[in-house]
């Protein structure tokens, strides 16, 4: 078997059990009925799961998965939530949208084929290729379920894994908006998660889950849950209170909770973007994210805009990749700031 591909389940066939699998062969998925409620696809890779009776309280949940191709620990948690559901385990008890963003990505077991989809996600998108035309099905797919579920409060996790180590390895990415506030159970679920650092996005960022809270006023953020690795790498042990959480999203119940304080928070204040060909990072390609610079630190040069270094304030880098496309970001630049009021 290759190892871009995860084992078959070995108990069901049945095809919220297999979902994954059968994503990633290309096999159809029928409408089908599971406890509590029914499936319908949706598109490639895209499966809504509708709920008997829904819980009051539920939210019309999205969990996205896949947007890198090779990022497959959430796809595995995923996976394992969807086999508890298929055996009963769970009940379903709120609409959600189950979704696999980039399945000829996972296909291949690399982070994209054209283009990082994970930039694209704007209505005014006027770029063709591959990773465009699955990022206008995709937020397609997005308007059309909240709008099925325009009653209910909307809500979008999307996860990923980091493709370098990290001080905190599991950290959530809270959008830009000017006008939706993340509310303040939002914190205490993903402290009760194990989420271990947040990063407030300082401006439109045009990711999947800003997506669907610029546009659709989510609650919203982007999920780095560990290190990226091959099928059968993973050690899903430290995401169980993130699959508490899903699991609890899933079945219309109220999450575990934490103290926000538990978490570190920072804020974004520069985007470093790659000008030129002639450009590099000045540290070591092994740098952690949330390794903190101090002032006057020398952090990268650029054969059109020059030297970058910290200035009056001690920075961390979070995401640093200095082989990004010419005028993409090549990390983003972080404060410490105080747990949210």
């Known amino acids: 078997m290759s190892p871009s591909r995860p084992p078959a389940p070995q108990a069901t066939h049945e095809p919220l059990a297999s979902w994954l699998r ?10 089908f009925t599971l406890p509590g409620g029914s499936a319908v696809p ?3 890779g895209l499966l809504e799961l509708m709920p008997e009776s829904p819980a009051t309280d539920a939210h019309a ?5 896949g947007i890198h191709g090779n990022e497959t620990a959430p796809m595995e948690l995923l996976d394992a939530l969807l086999k508890l559901l298929a055996a009963g385990e769970l009940r379903l008890g ?17 982070r994209f084929i054209e283009t990082n989809l994970n930039r694209l996600f704007r209505r005014d998108l006027d770029r063709t290729g591959m990773e465009p035309e699955r990022a206008r099905e995709l937020m ?8 099925r579920h325009a009653d209910r409060s909307p809500l979008h996790y999307d996860l990923h894994t980091a493709i370098r180590g990290s001080r905190y390895p ?15 159970e939002q914190w205490h679920w993903l402290a009760g998660a194990g989420i271990q650092a947040v990063l407030h996005q300082h401006c439109h960022s045009w990711t999947f889950s800003h997506y669907s809270k610029h546009y659709h006023g989510a609650q919203a953020f982007t999920m780095e849950l560990g290190h990226a690795l091959p099928f059968g790498h993973n050690d899903l042990a430290p995401l169980a209170p993130m699959a508490s959480l899903l699991a609890a999203l899933l079945t219309g119940q109220a999450p575990p909770r934490e103290a926000p304080d538990r978490m570190r928070f920072f804020r974004v204040e520069h985007e470093l973007i790659r000008h030129s060909e002639a450009f590099r ?4 390609d092994d740098t952690l994210n949330f390794t903190e610079f101090a002032p006057g630190t020398l952090l990268a040069e650029d054969g059109e805009r020059g030297e970058t270094r910290v200035g009056d304030t001690p920075l961390s880098v979070v995401f640093p990749n200095a082989a990004v496309e010419l005028g993409a970001r090549a990390a983003l630049l972080a404060r410490s700031v105080p747990p949210p009021d």
């Open 170 to 184: 599991r950290f959530a990415v809270e959008p830009f908006s000017d006008s939706v506030r993340t509310t303040a």
């Open 22 to 31: 059968r994503c990633l062969d290309g096999e159809p998925i029928p409408p």
């Open 140 to 147: 397609a797919a997005v308007d059309a379920f909240f709008a």
């Open 94 to 110: 709120a609409p959600v949208l189950v979704l696999l963003g980039s399945p000829q990505a996972t296909r291949q077991g690399t």
């Open 61 to 65: 949940c999205i969990f996205s998965v």
């Open 281 to 284: 990072l000045a540290f070591a």
């Open 42 to 44: 949706r598109g490639e």
